[in-house]
């Protein structure tokens, strides 16, 4: 099964670290967030990639192409063309990457619609974001999948919220005190399986999770598989580092793989 990676956002709210790198190149713990993210595919058997680019999409193909080197000791003679001897000091995953250009602006939709060409016809694929990391469980949500009649399920979760949660009674008195409390509602966290007709309900130009995936719950094709452990995008700064920190730390909830 192929995993697609939608790598191609501007990533504005990032504006530290993404005006000369894509978000997916943004590092935690020394290592683009994109490759944590595969990483966590990779503990479920899924090794076979599509990167869809878009903005300095030639960053994350220069990260790839040197994939070896970036990860590894490597020793070069400078005399020869093509001598390069590597020294792996990694247990790297082996992985199969097909980098593919999307578009500069594209929407999402747009790019999924892109990469049609490279699923399997009859296939269903994984779909997530290059910049939200969790410690899904993959296995039950695919068949969670196949265990219902739909055409796609999307991974959702209950946010914290960005405030502490007072309660006021009489007289402006404090009832109590709830530090980032779980919002009411679900968020979309990615980590989608997708069936092939998928590519039936996306047009050119769409943002996937507006019209696409509108017309999909409107025909009953769209289920929820709802995740209650640990889910963080990367939006901003401010969530980079608390990344950093818990990974730097040693308690990164996403890090399943020894």
Known sequence: MKVVLLAGGLGTRLREETEFKPKPMVEVGGYPIIWHIMRIFTEYNLNDFIVCL????????????????????FAINT????????????????????????????????RIRRIKKYIPEGESFIM??????????????????SSHDGIATISTTKPSSRFGMVEIG??????????????????????????????????????????????????????????SGYFQPMDTYRENLSLNKLWDDGVAPWKIWK
């Open 79 to 110: 005399s020869k063309q093509n001598s390069v001897q590597i020294f792996e000091s990694e247990n790297l995953s082996d992985w199969n990457v097909l980098l593919a250009n999307t578009g500069i602006n594209s929407f999402t939709g747009e």
């Open 128 to 145: 997530t974001y290059g910049d939200g990391l969790s410690d899904i469980n993959i296995e039950q949500l695919l068949e969670f999948h």
């Open 170 to 227: 009489k007289n402006n008195k404090v009832d109590d005190f709830k530090e980032k409390p779980l919002a009411d509602g679900n968020i979309n966290m990615g980590f989608m399986v997708l069936d092939y007709e998928i590519f039936d309900y996306i047009e050119e130009g769409d943002v996937f999770e507006e019209q696409p995936l509108k017309k999909l719950a409107k025909s009953g094709k769209l289920f929820s598989y709802e995740h």
């Open 54 to 73: 878009g903005y300095k999409g030639d960053v994350i193909k220069d990260y790839f192409l040197n994939f070896q080197t970036q990860h590894n000791d």
